[in-house]
């Protein structure tokens, strides 16, 4: 019987449209201090942020490539633009989004998703956020979700307390980079004791080609508050190269909760490198929910500093690894106060020749005391072609302390197939159960309508992919 | 309804170049319950995967049609849809699937279209009840940390509700108490009809207590060495397998412990 033959990757990527170019502004190509003084002067920027730039550019410029994680060959900082302007106009309202854009994004069915089931959307296209809202009842509340330039202009206090002391520029050279371009991403305030109970969306989408998209999101949770912030990718099909350099930095105060949920789906010529760091205070609870199935390389590790006592950290993953993919992935959880606890479950499938890497890290320092992490990393392996990797790092000098550790690497058992298959399941569609089931914990973590979208795209991905 | 007809003849095959079944012949159709008894090693199981169509039991010789079409010449899935069910002794767990998806899935394809959800669950249910489990045991992830027990009943869930027209049963009795093994057996005698031919390998003669058979068969070195009625299941019970070694001519050995005696 066998698993995976030849695997027919004529796969329909089905988000790989691109636009016409009518752009309002579009950098030259490559990086200099004056392509960032240009970003921050077409951004009209205090001079704080233009300064915070222009010393990031310099670490970035100092800061050698990661030597580990995956291949980063591909990637020519010269043959980039860093800043792409669409289009003069943000819109409120759909209907003020220009006609090509607007398009788009009802390909992707954001409009629609909005209307059905969600409390606010950001569409961000190339370099800026292109559509903006929240529901009133929320504005009301208090509850701030705005484009982080916006925020830069109007809550300029609050953006300055907490930009880049989550992530700072010198954290690596993505970071560094990111610092120094970044344009758009989300800007959350949630005040105390406020609950948003329907997700936030905000969707994020590259349409030129060789194009760097570098948003930033800051979160911040205030006490006792919650908030579930969903993210979703996607861009054209190019033979080159593009860059999705995110920083994402999240506060989550005293008792406060915030759920962080991305589905990444990049073509396959995306270079995802991206910095996600939460600060969980006492009591407080963060969850990274973490989906990536595109890009030709992924080097992301969601992680937690919990640095109040009894904070809560989790991270939740999965990779799919395709024909040409490394999904180099993972989390990364310190705990710096006695009695927190994390749990990080990691799956990943790799088939076709796809690469998928677990690299995680738990590290508890001697005064923690009473901290209980736990690491599941489960990895299934569709063929022979297809490889995966466990790289668990744990640095733990407090005596007590719970741990737990568990790595499985599989492959669809001819004894699960046959299994089903005697049943009247044809093998296909036996396979696919198998993978569904093995992600099935990351899909019940999903809002219903992202669950499907799941099972779909994964069908998608194993189509022709069994013998 | 056509009545099922199985029929196997001088079926040989191997596990990884190994002969083990050397030739077996035998004929079960509807309403009729046909146990095959036998020492460990005798090809009671080897003879269950060969008819379901596992990959590792290569034949090499021999036929078997059910109703007059080739089974052999099917894929594991198709077997299943021609009416051919395994209850497995040791089910295979397949986390993330619940008992309910997996039940409603192969219900599909058994059926060539799709069950609404509502007549499913009633059928699910009702065959629930029969079998004494509790209805949350439907959500629970496929044979992921079941008992002994659980597994199977679970496998007798699946025969209750996909209603093969032949039920292979490999062992279905090992491992169970004795109340067990009488829900068990009485699930299956609910089931006894016109339109199912039920084949029940036993080590052991205990099931047969409940799960009267028509007709016994007692398998030796790959070949059915012996048939008659229920008669020589009790045979088997009071004197072991040694006289019918002295009577092929085979080396006796130390009985294997009394099966009843748990």
Request: aromatic share 8%.
């Amino acid at each position: 019987m066998g698993m995976a033959k030849e695997l027919g990757l004529d796969l329909e990527y089905k988000y790989g449209f691109h636009d016409p170019e009518n752009y309002t502004f579009k950098s030259r190509k490559g990086l200099d201090r004056r392509v960032v003084e240009e970003i921050s002067w077409m951004k009209n920027e205090p001079d704080w942020m233009r300064e915070f730039r222009l010393k990031s550019l310099e670490i970035f410029l100092k800061k050698p490539l990661p030597t580990w994680g995956g291949d980063l060959s591909g990637l020519n900082f010269d043959d980039m633009y860093y800043y792409v302007k669409a289009t003069e106009k943000k819109g409120r309202s759909w209907d003020e989004v220009p006609e090509t854009i607007k398009k788009t994004f009802d390909r992707l069915g954001i409009p629609e998703a909005e209307r059905k089931f969600l409390a606010g959307v950001a569409a961000q296209y190339e370099s800026e956020v292109v559509y903006h809202k929240i529901r009133e009842d929320l504005e009301r509340q208090g509850v701030i979700f705005v484009d982080t330039d916006t925020a830069v202009r109007e809550y300029p206090d609050l953006v300055k307390e907490y930009f880049g002391t989550v992530v700072p520029p010198s954290d690596n050279k993505f970071a560094a980079l990111n610092s120094a371009v970044w344009s758009g991403g989300s800007f959350i305030y949630v005040p105390k004791g406020v609950r948003v109970e329907i997700p936030l969306q905000a969707y994020f989408r590259i349409n030129t080609e060789n194009m760097g998209q570098f948003e930033r999101t800051l979160i911040i949770v205030d006490e006792g508050a919650f908030v579930h912030y969903v993210e979703g990718c996607t861009a054209p099909t190019y033979s080159s190269a593009s860059l999705h350099s995110a920083v994402v930095e999240i506060i989550v105060k005293k008792g406060g909760r915030c759920r962080y949920t991305t589905i990444q789906n990049w073509s396959t010529n995306v270079y995802n490198l991206v910095t996600k760091r939460a600060i969980a205070h006492e009591e407080a609870t963060m969850e990274w929910i973490d989906g990536n199935l595109g890009s030709k390389l992924t080097m992301k590790y969601p992680s937690v500093f919990l640095v109040g006592r009894k904070a809560k950290g989790e991270v939740l993953s999965i990779a799919l690894a395709n024909k040409g993919q490394h999904q180099d992935a993972g989390a990364k959880m310190v705990h710096s106060a006695p009695e927190t606890s994390s749990t990080i479950t990691s799956k990943s499938i790799s088939l076709g020749g796809g690469r998928t890497t677990y690299r995680g890290l738990v590290r508890v320092p001697k005064t923690s005391y009473g901290c209980k992490s736990r690491v599941e990393c489960d990895a299934l392996i569709l063929d022979d072609l297809s490889a995966s990797d466990t790289i668990p790092y744990m640095e733990i000098e407090a005596d007590d302390v719970t741990m737990e550790h568990e790595a499985t690497v599989s492959k669809i058992s001819d004894e699960q197939l046959f299994y089903l298959m005697s049943r009247g399941i044809k093998e296909e569609q036996a396979a696919k159960m198998i993978v569904q089931g093995f992600v099935e914990p990351f899909r019940k973590a999903l809002p219903m309508e992202y669950a499907i979208e799941l099972n779909r795209l994964i069908e998608l991905e194993m189509e022709g992919s069994v013998g | 309804m056509a009545v099922p007809k199985l029929v196997i003849e001088n079926l040989q095959a191997e596990v990884e170049g190994t002969p083990i079944l050397k030739g077996v012949d035998l004929e079960v159709k509807g309403g009729e319950v046909h146990a095959i008894m036998g020492p460990n090693g005798a090809g009671k199981s080897t003879l269950a995967f060969t008819l379901a169509g596992h990959p590792r039991y290569q034949v090499t010789g021999g036929r078997v049609t059910l109703n007059g079409e080739d089974v052999l010449a099917m894929s594991p899935d198709e077997r299943a849809r021609a009416g051919l069910f395994l209850a497995f002794q040791y089910p295979s767990e397949v986390p993330g699937v619940t008992v309910a998806n997996f039940l409603r899935t192969a219900l599909n394809e058994l059926r060539g279209e799709e069950i609404p959800a509502r007549d499913f669950l009633k059928l699910l249910h009702e065959k629930m009840d029969i079998l004494q489990m509790d209805r949350a045991f439907a959500n629970r992830y496929l044979n992921e940390g079941f008992s002994g027990g659980e597994k199977k009943r679970n496998e007798m869930l699946q025969l209750a509700v996909l209603q093969p027209k032949i039920a292979i049963l490999d062992e279905t009795d090992s491992g169970l108490d004795i109340d067990a093994v009488r829900v068990v057996a009485e699930s299956v005698n609910r089931l006894r009809g016109p339109e199912l031919g039920v084949i029940v390998i036993t080590h052991y003669s205990r099931i047969l207590r409940y799960l009267v058979p028509d007709y016994v068969h007692i398998m030796f070195g790959g070949r059915i060495v012996r048939s008659g009625g229920r008669e020589l299941a009790d045979k088997l019970e009071e004197s072991g397998y040694n006289w019918l070694r002295r009577e092929l001519g085979l080396e006796e050995v130390e009985e294997e412990v009394a099966p009843d005696v748990r």
